[in-house]
């Protein structure tokens, strides 16, 4: 196979499957490139983590046309309890107290991948699957590439190329864009829970002395777990046989919904901020994961690579009856352009409550716990950080960032 494209999006993960269902009908030739196949992603661990949704996204999934079916399997979040283990700093944000249905939803990742990769099917997107861009050679209105699908080599040429390929670009690679990484020697752990009470649609998160444990509600009474230990207490945290586990667990959240009884096998996450040293090249833009990976302390990754994809989307559209050149410099510079202060506030934010709540140091203690306190008392800001997690605008706190390039 050889051809001519407007838009090459390699990548057909959640930030990739999502750009190309939202160009789809735009008129443009478009082919989404992912190296697994179906078959293969289904079968991947990573599958297995639980995506909290933000009410933004799932604005962007209904006008996907997504959103109907998926909300079949997601979890409504009607409250989160945030507190500081062993400490007495905690607050506690409401969908009721906020006046909305839900402050957002949990879904299991591989059945928002499925749902994407089946819509793509029947789109007037090309999907070229299995398959992994190997060249990349650009000239002045087009970059060619190259392509392994299987045993075959297929060569391309596209006039915006949409790196959402994640962490580990070729994309970015190619283009030769570097990334600023902080390691946090921290690991996930992943799992689900059934606790003896019923979770009622109550999220937690608990700071702990090595790291944050979220217990987000699922279908079914359930709760997915995702419990950050530094990489060293993850190792042996993960050796331990599934009783010795569930106690730890336990100890950890404590009673507040019960027993627990652990439903499905462990999975883990090595935990590192890194942030592409740039969002565009020439003809070519990042995405997503590709721009951006964050800890998974706050619930944001996605719902931060969703605003990039809606955004650029809505750029591309905006511009049809103008350039009609999607990989045009002034169309590519405005999209970065427009993108730079939420990567930077949403980065600043996650990377700083990693620091300030992994952190034994008693001063700092007393400082966030008052700071929790402060945000149960204040009415504005408790809005304001809320409505800011809903994905539907607000202020975060200003906290630092350390990355290192
Ligand atoms: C434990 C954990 C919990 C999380 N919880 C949340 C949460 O609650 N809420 C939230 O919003 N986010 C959460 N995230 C973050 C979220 O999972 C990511 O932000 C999201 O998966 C990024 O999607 P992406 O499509 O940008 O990248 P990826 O998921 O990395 O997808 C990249 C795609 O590109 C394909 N690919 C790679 N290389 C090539 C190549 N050379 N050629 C072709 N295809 C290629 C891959 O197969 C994959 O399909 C969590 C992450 C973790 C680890």
Known sequence: MSGDYDIVIIGGGLSGGSLALALQGSGYRIAVVEAFSDEQRRSLPAGDRALALSCGTVCHLKSLGLWDELQQHSAAILDIHISDRGHFGKTRLSA??????????????????DRIASALEISDIERI????????????????????KETSDLTLSTRLLVGADGVNSSVRCFLNIGQETRDYHQTAIVTQVRPDIDPAGAAFE??????????????????????????????????????????????TFGFRLGRLTLESKRVQFPLKLVRAKAMIGPRSVLVGNTV?????????????????????????????????????NRLL???????????????????GLVRIFSNEW????GARGLGLLGLDRCYWGKHLFTRYAM???????RIGTGLTG
């Open 206 to 251: 608990r700071f702990t002395a090595t790291g944050p444990l979220a217990m987000l509600p699922t279908l079914d009474r359930g709760c997915s777990v995702v419990w950050t230990q530094t990489s060293a207490a993850a190792e042996q945290i993960m050796a331990l046989d599934d009783k010795d586990f569930l106690t730890r667990l336990q100890n």
């Open 129 to 148: 699957c299995p398959a992994r861009l190997t060249s990349f050679k650009p000239a002045r209105d087009s970059i060619s590439l190259t392509l392994r």
């Open 333 to 351: 510079n405005a999209y970065a352009a427009s993108r730079t202060k939420d990567h930077e506030t949403l980065i600043r934010f996650t990377d």
């Open 96 to 113: 009721r107290t906020e006046g909305v249905e839900a402050l957002g939803y949990v879904i299991a990742a591989r059945i928002l991948e």
């Open 292 to 328: 951006h990976q964050l800890h998974p302390v706050a619930g944001q990754g996605f719902n931060l690579g969703m605003r990039d994809v809606a955004l650029l989307a809505e750029r591309i559209r905006d511009d049809l009856g103008k350039d009609r050149d999607p990989g045009g």
């Open 362 to 365: 008693l001063p700092l203690i």
């Open 391 to 397: 994905g539907l605008g607000g202020r975060l706190p």
